[in-house]
């Protein structure tokens, strides 16, 4: 027998096995195992993923998991491939203009990440890059290169565009509020440790803008992602 016919047929005893004990039997992949670990994740953080709770949460001894997991660095390096795989669907704007669709794609970007809020810090992390990680850089390299960019420049934008997005998403998790909540109360929290008078420029920017009916943080990613393509624009035509 083969060595992953061997590694197989381990895995789904040790599956029986758990079932035996009372935990609902299933069968494990290396599938299965990153849907769990991303599920973990992103309910509970990565502070709660270890290969221990993984186990138990899928109903299979921890041993069983490195039948199809190597060891939790190629757990994470599959848990970052999968948002590539969300990241790379085939309806991003491909007919659009570069501007339209880079706008589209960093709007899913974000979108995605704060639905998985664990893997900001990862996605550029990994050395042994999966199928769609590769194939999600790869494509939009392509996409900036038929725009007209360079090569530099296409690399530049790609840089810019992570470091936006991945910086606005950090600050949008890490705020002390939800996007379109009634900011009255904090605004009220903040004045309340300020001297009277002494920062005017902030109290007005509370007051013109914060507090105004309709104002949302979110909206500041919009304005911030249109300079960005403005600038490149800019830069792509002095290249010419």
Do not use: C
């Not at 899928?58 to 999968?82: F, T």
């Amino acid at each position: 027998m083969s060595k992953k016919g061997t590694m197989a047929k381990k895995g789904s005893t040790a599956a029986r096995r758990a079932g035996r004990k009372g935990v609902q039997a299933i069968r494990i992949t290396p599938e299965s195992i990153v849907s769990a670990a991303v599920e973990m994740a992103d309910r509970d953080g990565m502070e709660s993923l270890s290969m221990r709770k993984l186990a138990a949460r899928i109903g299979v001894e921890a041993m069983s998991l490195y039948h199809h997991v190597a060891s939790r660095e190629a757990l994470l390096d599959g848990m970052v491939d999968r948002v590539f795989r969300e990241l790379a669907l085939p309806d991003i704007g491909e007919t659009s203009s570069w501007k339209a669709w880079l706008i589209q794609l960093s709007g899913r970007m974000r979108s995605i990440l704060l639905q998985h809020p664990w893997a900001v810090g990862l996605l550029d992390s990994r050395r042994n890059p999966g199928p769609a990680t590769l194939q999600y850089q790869d494509s939009r390299l392509g996409r900036l290169r038929k725009a007209g960019f360079s090569v530099a420049m296409a690399a530049h934008a790609v840089a810019i565009q992570d470091s936006y997005v991945y910086g606005f998403v950090m600050q949008e998790l890490a705020l002390p509020f939800e996007n379109g909540a009634d900011l009255g109360e904090l605004v009220d929290d903040i004045r309340s440790s300020m001297e009277e008078g002494k920062f005017p420029h902030l109290e007005e920017m509370m007051e013109k803008l914060v507090l105004q009916k309709g104002y949302s943080f979110s909206s500041e990613f919009e304005f911030g992602l249109q300079l960005l393509v403005e600038g490149l624009a800019t830069r792509l035509k002095s290249d010419k």
